[in-house]
């Protein structure tokens, strides 16, 4: 059982910056692979970025390649997102997610992740 606390979202000015953290627990955090998704009002859930187990494998959906970066410490049994270059389209509620199966698969595969957090709202202003 793995549960997942989510943190760091808001409010931010277009082009600004956030880094969201989820945090787990249970001592087994380093054999999850780890992602974060986000859903916008009205929008289906979406993948955004997902990371290896080892942190030497990242995957990012193409709208957030080059603003968004994903990583872990596993010592602190954490995964980050950091956000740069905010804008209006990246408002949602980010939740992360683990999974034992490859960080790849929740690229394209709707049912990844076998435990959630509860999500944190991020909100960019035009």
């Known amino acids: 059982q793995v549960q997942l606390v989510e943190s760091g979202g808001g409010l931010v000015q277009t082009g600004g910056s956030l880094r969201l953290s989820c945090a787990a627990s249970?001592?087994?955090?380093?054999?999850?692979?780890m992602g974060w998704f986000r859903q916008a009002p009205g929008k289906e859930r979406e993948f955004v970025a997902a990371?290896?187990?080892?942190?030497?494998?990242?995957f990012y959906r193409d709208s957030v390649k080059g603003r968004f970066t994903i990583s872990r410490d596993n010592a602190k049994n954490t995964v980050y997102l950091q956000m740069n270059s905010l804008k209006p389209e990246d408002t949602a509620v980010y939740y992360c997610?683990?999974?034992?199966?490859?960080?790849?698969?929740?690229?394209?595969?709707?049912?990844?992740?076998?435990?959630w957090g509860q999500g944190t709202q991020v909100t960019v202003s035009s």
């Open positions: 997610a683990a999974d034992l199966r490859p960080a790849v698969v929740a690229v394209k595969s709707t049912g990844w992740g076998a435990y």
């Open positions: 990371i290896s187990w080892s942190g030497g494998s990242k």
């Open positions: 249970g001592r087994t955090f380093s054999r999850y692979e």
